[in-house]
């Protein structure tokens, strides 16, 4: 039975990150679940810029570039992929939004920031003001028009919706009557990186939460003078974080990635029923 448990969630306007254990799970699903969030759930992302002045340092290809990496609030709702768009991939406002920039720099070294990007839609604008695109001079200009549009990850990392990654869940046992020989000082205590076993009782215990915090490095098991300590990871256990960049929820990209398994899942049940795979 799959079961998961949330044991840390931050959500505020600078971070939006979720860890929990999913249970019940193969490693196999486990990362496919992970290649999906990161490859197949798409958000918006600026895709092609058109510069009418550039005046600062910079090539216009190096802040195109740096465009393209500005995580863009996603409404995925109201904007078509480009290619399954009714406008046939021309461009048109259900499938991009145009964000324009035009600075004049009144003193040497204003910095241009994702602030000063102006969208005409405000559901897809900068997560971030503050980022910087360049620097300009006095009296010297940076004016461009750019169109963000849907991607998935698979074709750029600009279109990544978040970082997520996943770990074995640890599995650490002390044996307690092996550790009675030892002198009044625990080794594998000390050796710990993680600090997980504590031996301020004048007996070795595991920390609380252990699991959170062990790497599973095997220091503690590999300095034990007594062999009383086995490191091992839980089978089907994993420890996942998920950190959104912003552009869309941590539950949109959840229930996202969820509906393009299931997506993947009807399309081939439905080769089955109209018998390619199974002619006779
Ligand atoms: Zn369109």
Same mark, same amino acid.
């Given at each position: 039975?799959?079961?998961?448990? @949330?044991?840390?969630?931050?959500?505020?306007?600078?971070?939006?990150?979720?860890?929990?254990?999913? %249970?019940?799970?193969?490693?196999?699903? *486990?990362?496919?679940?992970?290649?999906?969030?990161?490859?197949?759930?798409?958000?918006?992302?600026?895709? %092609?810029?058109?510069?009418?002045?550039?005046?600062?340092?910079?090539?216009?290809?190096?802040?195109?570039?740096?465009? =393209?990496?500005?995580?863009?609030?996603?409404?995925?709702?109201? !904007?078509?992929?480009?290619?399954?768009?009714?406008?046939?991939?021309?461009?048109?406002?259900?499938?991009?939004?145009?964000?324009?920039?035009? @600075?004049? *720099?009144?003193?040497? =070294?204003?910095?241009?920031? +994702?602030?000063?990007?102006?969208?005409?839609?405000?559901?897809?604008?900068?997560?971030?003001?503050?980022?910087?695109? *360049?620097?300009?001079?006095?009296?010297?200009?940076?004016?461009? %028009?750019?169109?963000?549009?849907?991607?998935?990850?698979?074709?750029? $990392?600009? !279109?990544?919706?978040?970082?997520? =990654?996943?770990?074995? !869940?640890?599995?650490?046992?002390?044996?307690?009557?092996?550790?009675?020989?030892?002198?009044?000082?625990?080794?594998?205590?000390?050796?710990?990186?993680?600090?997980?076993?504590?031996?301020?009782?004048?007996?070795?215990?595991?920390?609380?939460?252990?699991?959170? *915090?062990?790497?599973?490095?095997?220091?503690?098991?590999?300095?034990?003078?007594?062999?009383?300590?086995?490191?091992?990871?839980?089978?089907?256990?994993?420890?996942?974080?998920?950190? +959104?960049?912003? +552009?869309?929820?941590?539950? %949109?990209?959840?229930?996202? $990635?969820?509906? @393009?398994?299931?997506?993947?899942? +009807?399309?081939?049940?439905?080769?089955?029923?109209?018998?390619?795979?199974?002619?006779?």
């Amino acid at each position: 039975m799959v079961k998961v448990t @949330v044991f840390d969630r931050i959500q505020n306007e600078k971070l939006d990150m979720i860890k929990f254990v999913l %249970e019940g799970v193969s490693l196999e699903f *486990a990362n496919a679940f992970r290649r999906i969030v990161l490859s197949e759930v798409p958000v918006m992302a600026i895709d %092609e810029v058109i510069f009418l002045e550039n005046d600062s340092p910079l090539f216009d290809e190096i802040i195109a570039h740096r465009l =393209g990496l500005i995580p863009l609030t996603t409404d995925l709702k109201n !904007y078509n992929m480009r290619h399954e768009c009714s406008c046939g991939g021309v461009g048109c406002t259900l499938c991009q939004v145009e964000l324009t920039c035009s @600075v004049k *720099a009144d003193l040497d =070294g204003h910095i241009v920031r +994702s602030g000063d990007l102006q969208s005409t839609d405000p559901a897809v604008k900068p997560v971030n003001e503050n980022i910087v695109i *360049a620097k300009l001079q006095k009296n010297s200009s940076l004016v461009f %028009e750019a169109f963000a549009r849907l991607g998935e990850g698979r074709d750029h $990392a600009k !279109y990544q919706p978040a970082q997520i =990654g996943f770990g074995y !869940y640890p599995d650490v046992k002390i044996d307690f009557l092996k550790c009675s020989d030892c002198p009044n000082q625990c080794i594998a205590a000390q050796r710990c990186p993680e600090d997980i076993i504590d031996f301020s009782k004048g007996k070795a215990q595991l920390v609380k939460d252990y699991w959170q *915090a062990c790497t599973l490095c095997e220091e503690c098991a590999r300095n034990c003078p007594q062999e009383a300590i086995t490191v091992q990871d839980k089978p089907n256990n994993y420890i996942f974080t998920i950190e +959104s960049t912003g +552009s869309i929820s941590i539950k %949109e990209i959840v229930e996202k $990635a969820m509906i @393009v398994f299931k997506e993947i899942f +009807s399309e081939f049940l439905e080769h089955l029923k109209n018998k390619e795979l199974f002619p006779l």
